[in-house]
């Protein structure tokens, strides 16, 4: 089986919990061919008019800029790595109630019509990841899954949309730690429980692996 992480936060994991999030999934998942796209250490412009430049380049024969070429090389890499995986591991953080910039960044690479999806006769969207698994790993100091702060979360809720509502990914597990910042006097607690949480996902995983 072929796992791949897309890990987006850069932070040390002793201050970064979606880090210690990954971490601790790295450090349990056995039998299983593991990748980590780490979104931070790769080379990714930002997704805008330099794409569409080059893409009109790649048709016409002229000659590109270095941006251009960097950017069509991004573009690949985040996709290939999406084509080889069974399971697609998003481990992130909840910033300024959204995903990071560079975590939106991969996403706006693969979300491509006639790759994640593409549309019928009837106009209608049609995923094409559906042979594919998808886990969220996410950490966020509020408490957002309270009734009142649910719809502001735009982090869990958009990969979702994403990676299940678009691309057509079955999301198996979804381990979110929260609260430890609101609730400082139980931060221990409510971390060491979710990082248990991402192990036993790592472990069962292993065990799917093997068989």
């Known amino acids: 089986m072929n796992i791949l992480v897309v890990k987006a936060n850069n ?47 790649v048709q016409s024969g ?17 996709m290939d790595a999406l084509t080889a995986a069974d399971v697609v591991v998003f481990a992130f953080p909840l910033w300024n109630l959204t995903i990071p910039a560079k975590l939106q960044t991969f996403i706006d690479y693969v979300y491509q019509a006639g790759f994640t999806f593409k549309y019928d006769e009837n106009g209608q969207l049609v995923s094409l990841m559906t042979d594919k698994k998808a886990v969220i790993l996410n950490a966020r100091g509020g408490l957002y899954s309270a009734p009142e702060m649910a719809p502001m979360e735009m982090s869990v809720n958009y990969i979702k949309n994403i990676a299940s509502g678009v691309f057509g990914m079955d999301i198996t ?37 093997v068989k």
């Open 11 to 57: 932070r040390p994991a002793s201050e970064g919990i979606s880090s210690k999030m990954y971490e601790t999934f790295m450090e349990n998942i056995e039998d299983a061919n593991v990748t980590t796209f780490d979104v931070f250490a790769e080379d990714m412009p930002y997704f805008g008019q330099e794409l569409f430049d080059a893409f009109g380049k």
């Open 62 to 78: 002229e000659e590109m800029t270095d941006i251009e070429q960097r950017i069509l090389a991004a573009k690949q890499k985040a």
């Open 173 to 209: 597990h979804e381990v979110v730690i929260e609260g430890h910042n609101a609730m400082p006097d139980q931060a221990k607690d409510i971390i060491a429980e979710g990082l248990e949480k991402v192990k036993e996902v790592a472990k069962e995983l292993s065990n799917v692996a």
